[in-house]
């Protein structure tokens, strides 16, 4: 069965920091695509930054988000880890980590990804 558990939500002031971690089983989260999405109330679900590849390793990011968060694996956790600085309001919303076992050019696809996890919250307000 698989599954991914994200953790490391909650309420961070403006131009903070969190890390949100996306842990799986029954997957392995060293290939393929793992991509972090959030989905803000009444919004559509948004690529944030995605993993591909395995060997040659791909990095993407989202206009939004570019030179604020980073986005790093532990392969003996089987863990991808999305870190996030100078955090800003319009960054609330429920992330999501999402998997595929193939590289995905259009990695910001939410519709092409097998596997979800369940979602963390991420507020950040005064």
């Known amino acids: 069965q698989v599954q991914l558990v994200e953790s490391g939500g909650g309420l961070v002031q403006p131009g903070g920091s969190l890390r949100l971690s996306c842990t799986g089983s029954?997957?392995?989260?060293?290939?393929?695509?793992i991509t972090w999405f959030r989905q803000a109330p009444g919004k559509e679900r948004e690529g944030v930054a995605g993993?591909?590849?395995?060997?040659?390793?791909?990095?993407y990011y989202a206009n939004s988000v570019k030179g604020r968060f980073t986005l790093s694996r532990d392969k003996d956790k089987n863990t991808v880890y999305l870190q996030m600085t100078s955090l800003k309001a319009e960054d609330t919303a429920v992330y999501f980590c999402?998997?595929?076992?193939?590289?995905?050019?259009?990695?910001?696809?939410?519709?092409?990804?097998?596997?979800w996890g369940q979602g963390t919250q991420v507020t950040v307000s005064s």
């Open positions: 029954g997957v392995t989260l060293d290939q393929g695509s």
């Open positions: 993993l591909l590849g395995q060997i040659s390793v791909s990095e």
């Open positions: 999402a998997a595929s076992p193939v590289f995905l050019v259009n990695w910001d696809r939410a519709t092409l990804y097998d596997y």
